[in-house]
């Protein structure tokens, strides 16, 4: 099965022979969607599990209900993190006790990155400036900021622009840079970072590195042990379908595990936690990146999502994905070119993540429109319409579909309606 912005089908009927021969069509019964609905949103939140529901009436019924506190030993509570972290390492390269899943993925930056400077103050002590990308989901930039003005030592938090990053830091990687975070997928424009290449820039200028993975674990194959990474953080709830909110997931390097220094000492990363000792004492490997009692159902549903993405070819889905992404961008560019739609998403699969993103002015209210018709993406600042491809779920006349809706909805000028300006809390 092969198609590019060459070749791509030209009629609905070709893209329904694309999915009869689709050899991941067999994973979309994993999942629970509404059958009148085409869901472009997994890269913020992943569809439902099949099952996910059940897992949870087991954990509150039975683990909780009956087992009640002995669960912690009887139904494993205690060790999920590491056996979640296990899952995680196999689905983005990280190699055996290198991972736990716990906390948000904004608390893992927190911790990693003060781990990070910490190490560099004993090793590089003039270097106190952190560079992030100005594209970085704002969460990162954030807590890099209230991270520096916490520590008060003169720390600075620099942004740089992504062809900066791309063109290997000419300008940016001075000797006062410790640490550089970098998100492998750029969430508003889908373009995709070479960690391969972008880390050894870094480690070359003397710094560390951080990724964010959150929209790349689950979409594309990752080696974070080959690439030579330093630290990762990412999420369990967008392409790996954890849930609303399910917990996120830390990994470090196998040299710097012991040299982690937990900002955060909670009882859970301590060396033995029921001695109940006043005096913290870190445990060695992937159980010192833990803080506080983890929270059970979220994580044991978080569970469904990973066993599905360690059962399949990750290399099988990022060939989809880019088969799917090539069809989007090929329909609109011809179907679309009245209109004021500009593409951003780089165009070269090397640079390219699992999303489709294109700008209009009218943004906002074209995605209410398409959203109102069951064809579900999303919206971000400023005018960017984001279409996730998740592979498992989607197939080729979704794509057909959601862009002969929104050229219904761009040459009727259906989006000029005022139901479609108003915005909820969450766009």
């Known amino acids: 099965m092969t198609t590019s912005a060459h070749t791509a089908p030209r009629d609905r009927a070709a893209c329904e022979h ?6 991941l069509r067999g994973f979309k019964d994993e999942f629970i969607l509404p059958s009148d609905t085409i869901y472009l949103d997994g890269n913020s939140l992943g569809a439902r599990t099949k099952g996910a529901a059940e897992r949870a009436q087991t954990v509150i019924a039975d683990e909780w209900g009956t087992g009640l506190i002995r669960s912690w030993n009887t139904a494993g509570w205690f060790d999920l993190p590491a056996k979640l972290g296990e899952k995680v390492a196999g689905i983005v390269g990280g190699g055996t006790g290198s991972t736990v899943v716990t906390d948000t993925t904004s ?19 003039d270097r106190r400036v952190i560079l992030t990308q100005r594209e970085n989901f704002p969460s990162d930039i954030y807590m890099l900021q209230g991270l520096a003005e916490q520590l008060d030592a003169g720390y600075e938090v620099r942004l740089v622009d992504d062809a900066e990053v791309s063109a290997g830091f000419p300008n940016t990687m001075t000797d006062e840079v410790a640490l550089v975070v970098l998100t492998h997928v750029n969430y508003r424009t889908g373009r995709l970072f070479d960690m391969t290449t972008t880390t050894s820039e870094i480690h070359d ?16 194959e990752i080696d974070l042990a080959g690439s030579g990474a330093d630290m990762a953080i990412g999420c369990t709830y967008k392409f790996l379908n954890g849930g609303p909110g399910s917990p996120a ?19 859970w990363g301590h060396a033995k936690p029921f001695e109940m000792s006043p005096d ?6 992937i159980r010192r990146y833990l803080t506080g009692t983890q929270g059970i159902i979220s994580m044991s549903m978080a569970e469904l999502g990973l066993d599905i993405a360690n059962r399949v070819d990750m290399a099988a889905v ?41 700008t209009h002015p009218e943004g906002f209210a074209i995605m209410s429109a398409l959203i109102e018709r069951g064809i579900i993406g999303d919206y971000r600042e400023p005018e960017v319409l984001r279409f996730g491809l998740t592979p498992l779920y989607i197939g080729f006349t979704d794509v057909w579909d959601t862009v002969e809706a929104l050229r219904d909805i761009l040459d009727n000028r259906i989006w000029d309606a005022p139901a479609h300006k108003v915005r909820g809390a969450v766009t």
């Open 205 to 220: 200028g003397g710094a560390l590195v951080i990724w964010d993975l959150c929209h790349s674990a689950g979409a594309l």
């Open 280 to 285: 913290y004492a870190p445990a060695d490997g």
């Open 18 to 23: 694309l999915d009869a021969a689709d050899p």
């Open 107 to 125: 608390i893992n930056l927190f911790k990693a990155a003060s781990a990070a400077l910490k190490m560099q103050s004993a090793d590089a002590p």
């Open 318 to 358: 990022r060939e989809k994905s880019l088969q799917l992404s090539d069809l989007f961008i090929e329909l609109v560019d011809s179907r679309l070119a009245d209109h004021p739609v500009e593409i951003v998403t780089p165009r070269e699969h090397a640079h390219r993540g699992s999303q489709v993103s294109i």
């Open 249 to 267: 997931f830390i990994w470090v390097s196998e040299a710097l595990q012991n040299r982690f220094t937990q900002p955060l000492s909670g009882w």
